[in-house]
């Protein structure tokens, strides 16, 4: 027993790391990494505040922002009025725009793919959360600094 | 700052090592979070982060920042390996290994983001990887040599046993226990430095870039440089008091039985 204790000591020092070198290979395996997986084309379906304000104890209802709302936070960033991004494997992001026209950016994401660089004409940069990637949509937040509201909340389906 | 080991160790060559490592560390965690958007000093945020990925199945997330925080684990689990191994034969080279080893990550990081790096997510990952293995091997050896009292890399037990002092010091029989108030100084002069390395970070990443990397390497060359020359300043010292000593015996001797 002793002897078997002796033995089993190194081998499990030995065996350590190889067995969490294992590990890593088998969950980076089980899924697409976030730069691969934003490839596509994607629609925005939603403008809405993460959170809202409460009035007499009760949350007011309309977390949706309206148009013209939109067009003023908007206004000032990047994506402004886009309807639809494509985004391109080698890092150039198209946002087509409801009046027919497109722009074309620069992406990246960041950290371990939450945070989304979009770069024009390396002229402006912004940074926006990337909460949520999966097979049918994406969620991106930003930060609005205007009018106190906090937190924008996009929603995006995947269409090609 | 290096060459002593454990119980040996003054306060001021606790506060000498404490001091500048956590300024490196600090640096190194600002100009990650900057460039990467990542922190690489601690990992507590990281062990939050991995529960999150987990519960929303995010497999790939979880995969890079399990390897993250193995990374960190493993370059505090080489420098204690090296430290140990080399330990009492060639102390200084074990206490100066890890951090030369530190040095190379650093240097390899800086190099690679001012000629390479085009901030695809895969080198965002490899970057932030070989940095969280620099701040392993640094925590690693300055826990080991310092007995455990000294960990520069994040502020969590620091903050909290500067809380717990300083609470004790609201009663007069601690104020006057020297250990607490030496203690006390070693807390504080690692939370400054950590505060300092990051903001002289922050404030010079805008015009130097991936420069940042090269000067925290130069920080802990200097720490090499430093404990070499003084041990050999200290080798020199003791050599000639031996000769000077030898000196007076051979002088005693030829005064108490002259030929």
Known sequence: MTALKKFSRPVLYVAFFPVCLALFILLISQDKSPDRKIVGKWREVSWEYEKVNRENNQLLPDRKIHEHVRNELAQDLIIHRAETWEFLPNGKLLLHKDDGSTVRLDWKLKGRGHILKLNYADEKTEYYDLNKLWQEGMTLYFDVEIQAKGIVRMTFEKIT | ?259
């Not at chain 2, 300024?23 to 507590?44: E, Y």
């Not at chain 2, 199945?57 to 370059?75: D, E, R, S």
């Not at chain 2, 046993?161 to 006390?184: C, P, Q, V, W």
């Open chain 2, 1 to 259: 700052m290096l060459r002593k080991f454990n119980t040996n160790r003054t306060l001021a060559d606790n506060i000498k090592l404490g001091s500048l490592t956590a300024f490196v560390a600090g640096m190194v965690n600002v100009a990650s979070v900057m460039i990467f958007f990542a922190f690489t000093s601690n990992i507590t945020g990281h062990f939050a982060v991995l529960a999150e990925e987990i519960s929303k199945g995010n497999w790939y997330q979880v995969a890079i920042v399990f390897g993250w925080i193995l990374l960190f684990f493993t370059g505090s689990f080489t420098a204690n390996f090296i430290v140990t191994g080399l330990g009492n034969k060639r102390r200084q080279l074990a206490h100066a290994l890890p951090l030369a080893i530190e040095i190379l990550c650093l240097t390899g990081v800086g190099l690679y983001g001012q000629l390479w790096y085009g901030e695809t997510l895969t080198e965002t990952e490899w970057l932030l990887a070989v940095m969280l293995f620099a701040m392993g091997l640094q925590n690693g050896l300055t826990a080991s040599i310092s007995n455990f009292t000294v960990k520069t890399t994040h502020l969590t037990g620091t903050i909290t046993d500067l809380g717990i002092l300083f609470s004790m010091f609201t009663r007069a029989e601690y104020r006057k226990n020297r250990e607490l108030h030496n203690k006390a100084k070693l807390l504080l002069a690692i939370t400054c430095s950590y505060l300092a390395g990051g903001i002289i970070a922050g404030s010079v990443y805008l015009y130097l870039s991936f420069v940042v990397f090269y000067i925290v390497s130069a920080i802990l060359l200097f720490i090499i440089c430093y404990d070499h020359f003084k041990l050999r300043s200290m080798i020199r010292v003791r050599q000639k008091q031996t000769r000077e000593v030898h000196g007076r015996q051979v002088m005693y001797r030829d005064k108490a039985y002259p030929e």
